[in-house]
């Protein structure tokens, strides 16, 4: 685990002991899980040195369950307020969710920005800046069902064009 990852994970346990579960920090993990898997994402794309976002969800898992064993095993360490926990268990709720709304949406919007760039790759002819085979062959298996009709042409010699210099057999 990374250092923020680590002291975020160290805080929800103890104050899920602490507190128990009405004050809702032990939410934070939910939110903690996507957020490695997102930051190794980044790493990749950037060519960084990456956390393991596996390992870390399941130090993640290990220290969530540990404590919410404890606590509802033996009860939080001390007595608290029911408002003021009500009030934080809101506040965390909220948090949490922003998290995973915000990280999701960003993650997502990562994963179409690289599908559409691979598209690319794969239909446009990185020489020519034309439209390949493969674009064909999609838009074709697309248009089933409707009539269409597809005409090929051979240039003979076209490596002339391209080539003036070398000479044909």
């Known amino acids: 685990m990374d250092g923020i990852s680590l002291a975020d994970t160290i805080y929800m346990g103890v104050t899920t002991v602490c507190l128990g579960y009405s004050f809702g920090f032990h939410l934070y993990c939910m939110s903690m899980i996507p957020i490695m898997f997102v930051s190794e994402y980044m790493a990749y794309k950037i060519n960084k040195k990456s956390l393991k976002a596996v390992y870390v969800s399941l130090g993640v898992a290990v220290v969530y369950l540990v404590s919410t064993g404890y606590v509802s095993y033996f009860g939080p360490v001390y007595e608290r307020d029911e408002k003021v926990a009500s009030i934080f268990w809101l506040m965390n709720s909220i948090v949490v969710f922003a998290f995973l709304i915000f990280y999701t949406n960003w993650l997502i919007k990562l994963i179409i920005q690289s599908e559409e760039k691979l598209r690319e790759i794969a239909h446009i002819d990185k020489l020519t800046g034309l ?34 210099n070398l000479r044909s057999a």
Not at 147 to 153: Q, V
């Open 131 to 164: 439209y390949n085979r493969h674009y064909m062959m999609e838009i074709l298996n697309s248009e089933k069902g409707s009539e269409r009709f597809l005409a090929i042409a051979d240039i003979d010699l076209f490596k002339n064009v391209n080539y003036p």
